[in-house]
């Protein structure tokens, strides 16, 4: 079944320990993006990847990493979350930037 | 410039009745307008998408109309139905040739309830 996979789905922590957030999919994807969704704010994206090892800032970047080793992967680091990252963070991929782009099933994050 | 407002934030509807929702962006280099439907609990998923080339864009109950002079698109849903009660967000990005940028930007989401 093609998707995008996320892990964990729920994760509460507490201020200033590193966490990772997985995303992997398997639809041969070249365009990887994170974003965080917030209420009345909509979806803002963290970070995007239009192929291995080529990763940008999206629109908030602060706080937050991404590496591209695999196409399939792209993992989003929280170096020392603070208790603003608390939100909703999606993994989406897509062939291209105007193609469709296909969610995974996000992440609910609460930093304490 | 790389906004996008979406409106309204909430819309209440009857059965059978149509939903609009509308958005404007100020970017004109921006050629791709894809609207995404989240139901609760899930991840968003593309419910229909345009490009500038065309006025209009039709499927099935859904229609998206741009009007490129106005910098505006909007969603009409005919004939709502109470599975259609979700969010909805528009979203606007340019072609990667144009640009050098993978960016897409969305809006702030219209949750919208069908009532029966």
């Known amino acids: 079944e093609a998707q995008v996979t996320q892990n964990p789905r729920y994760l509460i922590t507490v201020t200033g320990k590193k966490l990772t957030v997985t995303c992997s999919q398997n639809?041969?994807?070249?365009?990887m993006s994170w974003y965080r969704q917030d209420p009345g704010l909509g979806l803002r994206q963290i970070y995007y990847?239009?192929?291995?090892?080529?990763?940008d800032k999206g629109d908030v970047p602060e706080g937050y990493k991404v590496s591209r080793k695999e196409k399939r992967n792209f993992p989003l680091i929280l170096e020392s979350p603070s208790p603003n990252q608390t939100s909703l963070y999606f993994c989406?991929?897509?062939?291209?930037?105007?193609?469709?782009?296909?969610f995974g099933p996000g992440t609910r994050l609460t930093v304490l | 410039q790389q906004q996008v407002k979406q409106s309204p934030q909430s819309l209440i509807v009857q059965k059978g009745g149509i939903s609009i929702i509308n958005c404007a962006y100020e970017?004109?280099?921006?050629?791709?307008f894809p609207w995404y439907q989240q139901f609760p609990g899930k991840g968003p998923a593309l419910l229909i998408a345009?490009?500038?080339?065309?006025s209009e864009k039709k499927e099935g109950r859904f229609t998206i109309s741009f009007n490129k002079s106005a910098k505006q698109f909007s969603l009409h849903i005919m004939d709502s139905q109470p599975g259609d009660s979700a969010t909805y967000f528009c979203?606007?990005?340019?072609?990667?040739?144009?640009?050098?940028?993978?960016?897409?930007?969305f809006g702030q989401g219209t949750t919208l309830q069908v009532k029966p």
């Open positions: 990847s239009m192929n291995v090892e080529v990763t």
């Open positions: 979203a606007a990005s340019r072609e990667v040739w144009s640009s050098n940028t993978g960016k897409l930007i």
């Open positions: 345009i490009r500038p080339d065309v």
């Open positions: 639809m041969n994807h070249e365009y």
């Open positions: 989406a991929s897509s062939f291209a930037i105007n193609n469709e782009q296909f």
């Open positions: 970017n004109t280099a921006f050629d791709y």
